[in-house]
């Protein structure tokens, strides 16, 4: 399985940005972020079908993750940035799935990871 993620630059804080992550084949994707000296930390996660969603915390109520099964390719709109968003942001997948609208929201769960897209957030 192989993912492209795409869409990362230099915004300011509260402008949007959105990410693409194009796959193979049509599976429940996870997006995460790191940044220097931390564990990659989940973002949000979106099952197999596009149905069900689920959000990290800091990232809920202004990132928005959707899926176009017809492409392959997993969207994250990110708005309201802010500087705390800067990372190295990847997106995921795995080979099977429990149901077509389970979410996963463990790193320790996906198999395949992307190539990662830098977002910077300048305040």
């Known amino acids: 399985v192989q993912l492209q993620a795409s869409g990362g630059g230099l915004v300011q804080a509260g402008d949007s940005l959105r990410l693409s992550c194009a796959a193979s084949?049509?599976?429940?994707v996870g997006w995460f972020r790191q940044t220097p000296g931390k564990e990659r930390e989940f973002v949000s996660a979106?099952?197999?079908?596009?149905?069900?969603?689920d959000y990290s915390g800091a990232v809920k109520g202004r990132f928005t993750i959707l899926k176009d099964n017809a492409k392959n390719t997993v969207y994250l709109q990110m708005n309201s940035l802010k500087p705390e968003d800067t990372a190295v942001y990847y997106c995921?997948?795995?080979?099977?799935?429990?149901?077509?609208?389970?979410?996963?929201?463990?790193?320790?769960?996906?198999?395949?990871w992307g190539q990662g897209t830098l977002v910077t957030v300048s305040s």
């Open positions: 979106i099952s197999r079908n596009g149905i069900s969603a």
């Open positions: 084949k049509d599976l429940p």
């Open positions: 995921a997948t795995r080979g099977s799935y429990r149901s077509p609208g389970y979410v996963y929201r463990s790193r320790q769960l996906y198999e395949y």
